[in-house]
């Protein structure tokens, strides 16, 4: 194995290890929103509140999830409140989620906690440092990536 190559396999390393405990802390802010909500329910809830309403079909292909798996996370939104359903304007039959007052509200009271978070870690780097670790993480999610890719 040459010196490079070594290297790059010791980047990749540290990029998992950090990716790893950047998920974790992840975690834990969803279950600060509520005790019961996984990551994913999380995450979808944050997706639907960002795109003002989307359908789940669009949560399915954009996190590569099976569409079963979004169903029962939607299923579990709407039973704690957080997400509701409305017909699509443009054609009825289909079934748009957005996020209700409450998975409003409980989005934006972990949003204040999180944004002080990043600040605090981030509060020594410069403007050109954050700048470019934000086109970094750009560039690294919109590489795609099968189902299986992490």
């Known amino acids: 194995m040459t010196g490079a190559h070594?290297?790059?396999?010791?980047?990749?390393?540290?990029?998992?290890?950090?990716?790893?405990?950047?998920?974790?802390?992840?975690?834990?802010t969803a279950a600060r929103l509520h005790p019961d909500l996984p990551l994913v329910s999380y995450t979808l809830l944050a997706h639907i509140d960002y795109r003002q309403g989307c359908r789940a079909t669009?949560?399915?292909?954009?996190?590569?999830?099976?569409?079963?798996?979004?169903?029962?996370?939607?299923?579990?939104?709407e039973k704690l409140g957080l997400v509701e359903r409305h017909p699509d304007p443009d054609d009825h039959r289909i079934q748009v989620l957005h996020p209700t007052a409450s998975g409003t509200q409980a989005l934006a009271s972990t949003q204040a906690s999180r944004r002080a978070a990043y600040r605090e870690r981030l509060g020594s780097w410069t403007a050109d440092d954050l700048a470019q670790f934000a086109d970094y993480l750009l560039r690294y999610n919109s590489t795609g990536g099968g189902a299986n890719a992490s």
């Open 6 to 28: 070594r290297e790059r396999e010791e980047s990749l390393d540290v990029i998992q290890r950090e990716l790893t405990a950047f998920a974790r802390r992840a975690r834990a």
């Open 58 to 77: 669009d949560l399915a292909a954009h996190y590569m999830l099976d569409k079963s798996t979004v169903s029962r996370q939607v299923a579990a939104l």
